[in-house]
């Protein structure tokens, strides 16, 4: 009876739970009623779930009286209570998501309004690594913006944006601009106190930057104190890293080289009798730590943040490291009844670079690790390092121990800022910034090195060689502009923007003196009147004080149509002091439009596109960057000094009173969209940027000329591009979530032109590895009309002949082949033989978390271009083994003893610089409201430069691809990169 009564109880209470847990569908819609395709259904608390098909329809068991999530990309999360068998839920569009703002210079607007080519990196979508520069942290995360990175802790990246569009090395690099105020140093900001960085990538965006802008604006913007928290925000980050060299050239041994001394029975005079591996003695395991302080917080008018940056980098080359410490300030409250904001702020960098000799004539650390002789000991018996034979042969370790440098950097910024809300839709801005800067030189070869100064003085001779040279520069910056911001009949949305902009900086305003026969080297360079001798009026370096102003009239009118069709136009009108007196003004105009196609009519139907826009646009931006106040005036200065003491008096450089900036014309097109509820969206863009008046010194002659050159606007560049980027949202559950990010660009660049009627030249030639035993015309490219930046321009190696020697093709007077070989080939047998610049430049991050967990994986790629591998080209030449230097383990085992005319410039030595890199691999977990006084701590472990794939032979594949000589590997300067393992926490208070 009793089981009989159980089994009853349980059949009921099965039939409870079965009708409990009844099936609900329903349809999911947004606002319009148009279905919403894979939005997640969960029900609360549990994993139960699904995600809408096709027609935004679910069906799901539910008990009644559950509860429901609905959560979807660029919606609210809406909950929902289930009482009944049916159920329809409208989401509401996350205005947040879809209003993201942009920084567009002078403002800002919403992404959907945007008509330009602008890309967003948030904080947490930079790079993570050790970096001191931003731009490493942009690496692969904007399209057409190619940044090289350095391993060297003192060194900075290389930046090219859309393509090389100067021939002047220090007018190739973005423009910054930080918190709206433009020109700052870079260095003035921590990484970890930057918020986001928008990158302005074609003219109609840059143009109202004017005549600084052909290379791209970068705008960073920095965290700032919030409104209305209930308690001080307290964060704390930091990391310890650890640096090992990626890879180092497989030199001989002290044992290889004997072997090949017996094997052709070599008189070698160089054998010291030891067996040392200079690399291993040079290099290190890198030890750098970072940490960062910062407290921000607010009530209802006033807000504020301050932050402490220490940063302690070391290289994996002993001797070099570097030591910065950053603070930066802001405090902003509302007065006059809230209508006006004032804000003030300090700002300050102090930083230390010690570094390693890196010359270029064999007194570079970098270099001596490879070609000093293994068969030499450190230390000789009397305890002294052990010398080279022959000239330019420095040991390694005397290098770093005997000739120290070091270079302190003292940067301060004083900003205010006012913001005046005249009235609704109108606010008038003003800001100023005053900054100034120090920067001290100091360097001491002791009474043990081995360097020989350029005047041919052995410096022990000296006794002790101290420099020291300090330059004192500041600028100021002030700007006022005004915003008009209104939307009409709900239709009708204007934006207005007009400004003036006055700069001035004074820079190059210092001096150094050289001195020397010093007692003893316990003070160096801290004491300079223990010298005995002051090296003479020659040896005294002074600089030239330069005051450079600039003024601007700019202004900017946005239209939008229904969120359909929106035009932007801008202007800026510069004036600068550093070109001639009748070119000191420029115009630079832009023009674009957008069309919002998603926002039609006849698309509100469809259910495939969330977005799609089309944009198109045309603009001029200018280059005035690298001028300095006297670039277009005639100087005169010492051109000889006698012993007497008096000095010859002559012309350095000639006047150009034409002179005047180079300008970038760029048309751009572009495509935006998003699919399946922003699960995924992306932009295709294409490009072509023209550069004219690209200033170059050209030769003159000596019969009507003071001096022999003269800096003049003549040439043209040509860049044009395709970039595609794609995000993805493959996979979004309650627990687990995958995002992946592409980046695709490429870019071809050509010369158009380098000569007009007065100023003319056929070529320049570029890029000299400095090869032994090639003593002339060593260089390897050459800039030439037609032809992109980068070209190689080398002999064709044909192999070896029957003794074993090296040959080359010849030519004939047309440039072709005629069939035959040399071992001696002449200029005319040069020809292109392949090219520095990249076919296609490849960004790839997929981001995975799962609860609090977080894996990121970051793929870097550079593929289609040519290197020119200057260390083997160096390495493997006979005159260098010959002299008593060291050599690749290819020319013990793959060279033939008797090829002696192997080295010189061919195109055997350029390689396939292409390379895929897992750039960076990161492991993190954040313990949430981990107790009462900490809110949140998150522990991560990152490595970075995880492993390549290439065929390239050198160091390292990512070498400079920026200036007018890309992809040319100098052994003096390349820097080993690293491989990092970084182990950091942030902890909010």
């Not at 894979?38 to 009644?64: C, H, P, S, Y």
Request: aromatic share 12%; glycine share 10%; charged share 20%.
């Amino acid at each position: 009876m009793y089981t009989q009564m159980i089994v009853l109880a349980l059949l009921l209470f099965n039939s409870a739970v079965a009708f409990a847990q009844s099936k609900v569908s329903g349809l999911v819609t947004d606002k319009t009623g148009e279905p919403l395709i894979g939005v997640n259904v969960l029900e609360k608390g549990t994993t139960n779930g699904m995600i809408t098909d096709i027609d935004g329809k679910f069906v799901l068991n539910v008990a009644k009286g559950k509860t429901l999530v609905f959560s979807y990309v660029g919606y609210k999360t809406q909950e929902v209570i289930v009482n009944g068998a049916t159920l329809k839920v409208v989401l509401e569009d996350d205005t947040e998501t879809l209003e993201e703002v942009v920084v567009i210079g002078y403002g800002s607007m919403s992404r959907k309004d945007v008509t330009s080519s602008i890309t967003t990196v948030k904080a947490d979508q930079l790079n993570k690594g050790v970096f001191t520069d931003a731009g490493s942290m942009l690496q692969g995360k904007v399209t057409g913006l190619t940044v090289t990175t350095t391993g060297d802790p003192n060194g900075s990246p290389s930046m090219t944006l859309r393509g090389a569009s100067s021939l002047r090395s220090g007018a190739m690099s973005p423009y910054y601009v930080i918190d709206g105020i433009p020109g700052v140093d870079i260095s003035m900001v921590a990484p970890d106190d930057i918020e986001s960085i928008d990158v302005l990538r074609d003219a109609t965006a840059t143009a109202i930057y004017g005549s600084k802008a052909a290379n791209g604006v970068i705008i960073v913007t920095t965290k700032k104190g919030k409104k209305n928290q209930e308690r001080v925000n307290v964060t704390y980050s930091g990391y310890v890293a650890f640096d090992k060299a990626l890879k180092t050239l497989d030199m001989a041994s002290a044992e290889d080289i004997r072997n090949y001394v017996q094997k052709n029975n070599i008189d070698y005079m160089y054998d010291g009798g030891s067996n040392t591996n200079w690399q291993d003695e040079v290099m290190q395991t890198a030890l750098s730590h970072n940490h960062n302080l910062s407290i921000n917080g607010g009530g209802q008018k006033t807000t504020y943040m301050a932050s402490v940056t220490i940063v302690k980098r070391e290289g994996v080359v002993t001797g070099s490291k570097m030591d910065r410490a950053n603070f930066r300030s802001l405090v902003s409250t509302k007065v006059l009844k809230d209508k006006l904001e004032l804000s003030v702020g300090v700002n300050s960098m102090f930083g230390k670079n010690i570094g390693v000799p890196m010359g270029n004539e064999g007194a570079s650390v970098l270099d001596a690790m490879n070609y000093f002789n293994p068969t030499l000991p450190i230390r000789q018996d009397d305890g002294d390092w052990s010398h080279g034979d022959g000239s330019s042969n420095y040991n390694p370790l005397s290098l770093i121990y005997e000739d120290k440098s070091q270079t302190e950097w003292k940067r301060n910024q004083i900003l205010a800022k006012a913001t005046l809300n005249v009235l609704d839709g109108l606010t008038w801005n003003a800001n100023y910034s005053y900054n100034n800067t120090q920067r001290t030189y100091s360097a001491y070869h002791s009474h043990k090195t081995q360097i020989i100064d350029k005047d041919g003085n052995v410096s022990p001779s000296m006794n002790g060689v101290a420099q020291r040279s300090t330059y004192f520069g500041h600028s100021q910056t002030f700007e006022t502009y005004g915003n008009f911001d209104k939307t009409f009949n709900d239709i009708h949305k204007v934006g207005l923007m007009a400004g003036f902009s006055w700069e001035e900086t004074v820079n190059n305003d210092g001096f150094g003196v050289s001195v020397h026969n010093f007692f003893d080297d316990q003070l160096g360079w801290n004491n300079l009147t223990y010298a005995g001798m002051i090296d003479g009026p020659h040896k005294v370096e002074s600089g030239t004080i330069e005051t450079i102003r600039n003024i601007s009239f700019y202004g900017r009118a946005n239209y939008s149509f229904n969120g359909r069709y929106m035009l932007q136009a801008t202007i800026r009108r510069d004036g600068s002091s550093v070109f001639g007196k009748d070119h000191q003004w420029g115009t630079f105009p832009s023009v674009s439009v957008a069309w919002n196609i998603t926002e039609e009519n006849f698309m509100k139907n469809q259910r495939l596109f969330d977005t799609l826009k089309l944009r198109t646009g045309y603009g001029v931006s200018g280059n005035a960057m690298g001028f300095g106040a006297y670039s277009a005036v005639a100087t005169y200065g010492s051109t000889s000094k006698y012993d007497n003491g008096y000095v010859m008096l002559g012309a350095t450089k000639l006047a150009n009173p034409d002179l005047k900036w180079e300008s970038t014309g760029m048309f751009n097109v572009g495509i935006d969209f998003g699919l399946l509820g922003g699960r995924l969206s992306g932009n295709v863009e294409y490009y072509i940027k023209k550069t004219k008046d690209l200033i170059w010194d050209y030769p003159v002659s000596s019969y009507l000329y003071p001096f022999g050159t003269i800096a003049a606007n003549v040439g043209k560049i040509t860049n044009k591009g395709i970039e595609f980027s794609l995000t993805a949202i493959p996979v979004k559950t309650k627990h687990f979530n995958w995002t992946s990010t592409l980046n695709l660009s490429h870019n071809k660049n050509t010369v158009d032109k380098l000569s007009n009627e007065l100023y003319k030249t056929s070529t320049f030639s570029q890029g000299d590895p400095m090869v032994a035993g090639v003593s002339a015309n060593g260089w390897t490219q050459r800039v030439m009309e037609g032809e992109p930046l980068g070209t190689f321009y080398t002999y064709e190696w044909a192999g070896t002949d029957a003794d074993g020697v090296s040959v080359y093709y010849t030519r004939d007077a047309n440039g072709n082949r005629d069939g035959g070989t040399t071992r001696a080939p002449e200029y005319k047998d040069r020809t292109i033989t392949g090219c520095a610049q990249p076919k296609l430049n490849l960004g790839w991050n997929n981001s995975f978390t799962y609860k609090n967990f977080s894996v990121s994986a970051f793929l870097t790629g550079v593929f289609g271009h040519d290197v020119y591998n200057g260390l083997r080209a160096h390495y493997t030449a006979p005159d260098f083994f010959a002299g008593g230097k060291n050599v690749l383990k290819e020319f013990i085992y793959e060279r033939d003893a008797k090829d002696t005319g192997s080295n010189i410039p061919s195109d055997r030595f350029i390689e396939d610089g292409s390379y895929v890199r897992l750039q960076s691999l990161s492991v993190g977990y954040t313990f949430d409201k981990f107790n009462d006084w900490i809110n949140n701590l998150q522990l991560y472990v990152t490595m970075n430069n995880v492993f390549t794939i290439t065929g390239y032979k050198g160091l390292d594949p990512e070498v400079n691809l920026g200036g007018i000589d890309p992809g040319v590997d100098y052994r003096w300067s390349t820097y080993p990169h690293t491989r990092t393992i970084m182990i950091g926490t942030k902890i909010n208070f």
